[in-house]
């Protein structure tokens, strides 16, 4: 196999050792010679896709980082989904039931990471919950939903799953396991997440392994560029798609397919929609939706001022709309997003690596950078986004952790309650 560095075609250790250095980064190849020839090889093949050139220009912007000066803060505009009168909602749940009923819209689900946290051996979507009378991994809670949504609007809802290269061969294993559950396969499409490299502080790439680089999911805004190149957005439009939900996997109380929601995004005359929870903590490090410079964006908690926090017109609270990752796009936006280089932001982790002998080092201490993109750098490409607020306990019930509010026995009790208020 020859070497895909630059289009490089000398024998694969030669190029990439000329490669590694050209960005100082010739430590990772210090144990080859010790390596069996499975392991070089799979050494080599990961280094060949690497992008040294952006793993170096993010490590030198790291010098650069700071807070825009001069920046215009505005508060944006937002619904609030029981506070829309009977009449009013009526109206939106039948104009947007028929835009469902043409068939022109896709759910995606980004679904790239491990049940580790959840103390889980597999992908995270294969984690279980106990919803009496039976066990439900989160695939399958979702499955459901949008197998519910094609009866409820007589359609067959194209289903784009985001994975990682970790999981994705288990992903798709467990799906055909369970017989896709009992879903058209040829309406599920998994594609696989772009990732980086981890870096120490001095920039220099982890080792993961003696025969491994460490690399991680680059964040949640390489969704747009991943469908992209995965020929998803192709296939979206082939298939005549106009609107395209996204949420994550964790979220149980997820609504795949709102009525609403898409009626007001539509009527509002935004491309891109999203909802959002009340920000209860105002002291919290939630970020909250605003404009800057006239432009949808996220402001960080670090930069949320007591005034900001307390502004209010008649008690509606300006800067207090988290957002809880369920968005709409439009099938024009979502092909413009992916054709943008989203900014990245960096994030200071713990990370166990190979040391220069060879060994494994766990840090008590952060040790590394972890460069990622995120799906709210998308929104200042546009003029405007419709936020809906919803009741958290109705559609927002996501597992992160083993305990708390965010636990899989929170969300399980969120879950069966809304469940038989349903039915």
Known sequence: MLCRNGGCTMPDLVCIQETLKKYNQEHLLRFFDELSDNKKSKLLNQLSTIDFEKVDSLFRSLKTISIPQGEVLEPLDYFIKNEISVKERRLLENQGTEILKQGQYAVVTMAGGQGTRLGHKGPKGTFELNLSPKKSSLFEILADKIKQANKRYNIQIPWYIMTSETNNKDTIN?????????????????????????????????????????????????????????????????RGIKWIFVSGIDNILVKVADPIFLALTINNGTEIGAKTIFKKDPYSKDWVFCKKDSKPAMLGYERITEEITTANIDGRFLYREINILCHLFSIDALEKISNIDLPYHRATKKNTYINNEGMKIVPEEPNSYKFETFIFDSFRFFDNITLLRVQEEKEFAPIKDPAGIYSPDTATKLYLKEEFNSN
Do not use: C, W
Not at 219 to 234: D, H, K
């Open 174 to 238: 467990y799906f055909e396991s369970k017989n896709y559950f009992d879903y058209d396969k040829n309406n599920i499409h998994f594609f696989i997440q772009n990732k980086l490299p981890l870096i120490d502080t001095s920039g220099n790439i982890l080792l993961r392994e003696t025969y491994q680089v460490y690399e991680a999911s680059n964040g949640n805004g390489n969704l747009f560029e991943s469908l992209a190149t995965n020929n998803m957005v192709s296939d979206m439009k082939k």
